[in-house]
C-alpha cells in the first residue's frame, strides 16, 4: 500500500512540476503546458511572436468575434499555454498576462495532452 502511494504521489509531482515557473522560448517541449515570457516583437492578425534572451516563437492567440489582442509592439508578457506539435514551433497561447496584471483570455485554445486551465493564472 506504501508503495503505491509513492508511486502516486512521484506521478503527481512530475506532472506538475511541468507547469511550474517560466520555462525559456529554446527550451519549450511537448506535451506540458508551460508559461513562457518576453517581448512582443511582431502582430499578426491570429497571434504575436514572442522574444526573450533565448529566441522567438509565434503564439497563436485568436480571439472569438473578431476581437484585438490588445497588445503592442516591444510589450512585455508572460503566455501559459503549451507548444504544439509539428514542423513550425507554434506555441498555444491560453491565457496572456501583460505587466500591467491585466489578462487576456483566449477562450478557444487547441486540445493538447497536457492539463488545461479555462480561467486566469497568477
Known amino acids: 500500500m ?7 504521489l512521484a506521478g ?3 506532472i506538475t512540476s511541468g507547469c511550474a515557473g517560466t520555462t525559456p522560448i529554446k527550451n519549450l517541449a511537448l506535451p506540458p503546458v508551460s508559461t513562457i515570457e518576453g517581448t512582443v516583437t511582431q502582430l499578426e492578425q491570429n497571434g504575436f511572436t514572442l522574444a526573450d534572451n533565448t529566441g ?7 480571439l472569438l468575434e473578431h476581437k484585438k489582442l490588445n497588445l503592442s509592439p516591444d510589450e512585455k508578457v508572460k503566455v501559459y499555454g503549451n507548444l504544439q506539435g509539428g514542423q ?3 506555441f498555444d497561447g491560453y ?6 496584471g491585466d489578462q487576456i483570455i483566449v477562450s478557444n485554445p487547441t486540445p493538447h495532452f497536457g492539463f ?4 486566469a493564472f497568477k
Do not use: C, G, H
Not at 506504501?2 to 502516486?8: A, G, I, P, W
Not at 491565457?95 to 500591467?100: A, F, Q
Not at 488545461?116 to 480561467?119: A, C, D, K, L
Open 2 to 8: 506504501k508503495t503505491r502511494y509513492l508511486y502516486l
Open 12 to 14: 503527481v509531482i512530475l
Open 56 to 62: 522567438s516563437i509565434f503564439v497563436r492567440a485568436k
Open 88 to 90: 513550425e514551433k507554434i
Open 95 to 100: 491565457v496572456i498576462e501583460k505587466s500591467t
Open 116 to 119: 488545461v486551465i479555462q480561467s
